[in-house]
Protein backbone atom coordinates (compact mmCIF):
# COMPACT_ATOMS: atom_id res chain seq x y z
CA UNK A 1 0.00 0.00 0.00
CA UNK A 2 0.79 4.02 -0.55
CA UNK A 3 -0.44 6.18 0.84
CA UNK A 4 0.09 10.53 0.12
CA UNK A 5 -0.43 12.96 3.06
CA UNK A 6 -0.63 16.50 2.37
CA UNK A 7 0.00 19.20 4.61
CA UNK A 8 0.29 23.34 5.26
CA UNK A 9 -3.12 24.01 4.13
CA UNK A 10 -4.74 26.75 5.69
CA UNK A 11 -6.52 30.56 5.81
CA UNK A 12 -4.45 33.55 4.26
CA UNK A 13 -5.25 37.24 3.54
CA UNK A 14 -4.70 37.73 -0.51
CA UNK A 15 -0.96 38.59 -1.30
CA UNK A 16 -0.02 35.94 1.98
CA UNK A 17 2.25 32.44 0.91
CA UNK A 18 1.36 28.97 1.74
CA UNK A 19 3.55 26.02 1.55
CA UNK A 20 1.99 22.88 0.77
CA UNK A 21 3.73 19.11 1.57
CA UNK A 22 3.10 15.89 0.48
CA UNK A 23 4.69 13.14 1.83
CA UNK A 24 4.60 9.36 0.36
CA UNK A 25 5.20 6.33 2.06
CA UNK A 26 4.74 2.49 1.29
CA UNK A 27 6.34 0.08 -0.61
CA UNK A 28 7.22 2.62 -3.16
CA UNK A 29 10.06 1.64 -5.70
CA UNK A 30 10.11 5.00 -7.61
CA UNK A 31 7.76 8.40 -8.19
CA UNK A 32 7.97 8.97 -11.36
CA UNK A 33 5.59 12.45 -11.85
CA UNK A 34 4.47 14.67 -8.91
CA UNK A 35 1.65 16.61 -9.32
CA UNK A 36 -1.09 18.83 -7.61
CA UNK A 37 -4.76 19.47 -8.29
CA UNK A 38 -6.98 21.33 -6.82
CA UNK A 39 -10.62 21.84 -6.94
CA UNK A 40 -12.37 25.16 -6.19
CA UNK A 41 -16.23 24.91 -5.20
CA UNK A 42 -18.65 23.81 -8.00
CA UNK A 43 -15.97 23.73 -10.29
CA UNK A 44 -14.04 20.86 -12.11
CA UNK A 45 -10.55 19.73 -11.17
CA UNK A 46 -7.92 21.71 -12.29
CA UNK A 47 -4.22 20.71 -12.66
CA UNK A 48 -1.56 23.31 -10.65
CA UNK A 49 1.60 21.87 -11.31
CA UNK A 50 3.50 18.39 -12.46
CA UNK A 51 7.10 17.66 -11.55
CA UNK A 52 8.98 15.06 -13.02
CA UNK A 53 11.36 12.94 -11.40
CA UNK A 54 14.22 14.76 -13.49
CA UNK A 55 12.92 17.96 -12.38
CA UNK A 56 10.96 19.60 -15.50
CA UNK A 57 7.76 21.39 -14.35
CA UNK A 58 4.76 22.14 -16.01
CA UNK A 59 2.07 25.05 -14.44
CA UNK A 60 -1.46 25.97 -15.15
CA UNK A 61 -1.06 29.27 -16.99
CA UNK A 62 -3.33 30.99 -13.35
CA UNK A 63 -0.26 30.21 -11.14
CA UNK A 64 2.73 30.70 -13.45
CA UNK A 65 5.36 33.14 -11.48
CA UNK A 66 3.56 32.54 -8.69
CA UNK A 67 3.71 28.98 -7.69
CA UNK A 68 6.35 27.09 -7.28
CA UNK A 69 6.27 23.11 -7.29
CA UNK A 70 9.63 20.98 -6.01
CA UNK A 71 10.12 17.46 -5.01
CA UNK A 72 12.91 15.88 -2.41
CA UNK A 73 13.13 12.19 -4.41
CA UNK A 74 14.73 10.75 -1.67
CA UNK A 75 12.54 11.48 0.80
CA UNK A 76 9.73 10.46 -1.97
CA UNK A 77 8.01 14.31 -0.73
CA UNK A 78 6.71 17.35 -2.76
CA UNK A 79 6.10 20.84 -2.50
CA UNK A 80 4.21 23.52 -3.92
CA UNK A 81 4.98 27.32 -2.71
CA UNK A 82 2.31 29.43 -3.49
CA UNK A 83 2.93 33.17 -3.11
CA UNK A 84 1.06 36.13 -4.31
CA UNK A 85 -2.39 34.19 -3.31
CA UNK A 86 -5.44 35.51 -4.72
CA UNK A 87 -8.92 34.89 -3.35
CA UNK A 88 -9.20 32.43 -6.91
CA UNK A 89 -6.31 30.04 -5.65
CA UNK A 90 -8.94 29.29 -3.16
CA UNK A 91 -9.56 25.61 -3.42
CA UNK A 92 -8.75 21.86 -1.78
CA UNK A 93 -5.82 21.01 -2.87
CA UNK A 94 -4.85 17.25 -3.84
CA UNK A 95 -1.69 15.58 -4.42
CA UNK A 96 -0.67 13.07 -7.42
CA UNK A 97 2.12 11.08 -8.13
CA UNK A 98 2.75 8.47 -10.60
CA UNK A 99 3.94 5.39 -8.24
CA UNK A 100 5.86 2.47 -9.16
CA UNK A 101 5.34 -0.01 -6.14
CA UNK A 102 7.51 -2.96 -4.60
CA UNK A 103 5.13 -5.98 -4.99
CA UNK A 104 6.04 -9.79 -4.26
CA UNK A 105 6.64 -10.70 -8.13
CA UNK A 106 8.08 -7.04 -9.03
CA UNK A 107 7.06 -3.51 -9.82
CA UNK A 108 3.77 -2.29 -10.47
CA UNK A 109 2.62 1.43 -11.55
CA UNK A 110 -0.13 3.02 -10.19
CA UNK A 111 -1.67 6.39 -10.08
CA UNK A 112 -2.27 7.77 -6.25
CA UNK A 113 -3.96 10.42 -5.05
CA UNK A 114 -3.96 12.20 -1.11
CA UNK A 115 -7.10 13.20 0.60
CA UNK A 116 -6.60 16.73 0.07
CA UNK A 117 -5.92 20.26 1.99
CA UNK A 118 -8.00 23.12 1.99
CA UNK A 119 -6.40 26.46 1.08
CA UNK A 120 -8.88 29.81 1.84
CA UNK A 121 -7.57 33.13 0.52
CA UNK A 122 -9.66 35.84 1.75
CA UNK A 123 -9.76 39.13 3.25
Known amino acids: QVQLVESGGGSVQPGGSLRLSCAAS????????MGWHRQAPGKQRELVAGITSGGSTNYADSVKGRFTISRDNAANTGYLQMNSLKPGDTAVYFCHAGVIKTTSTGHLREEEWGQGTRVTVAS
Open 26 to 33: GSIFAINV
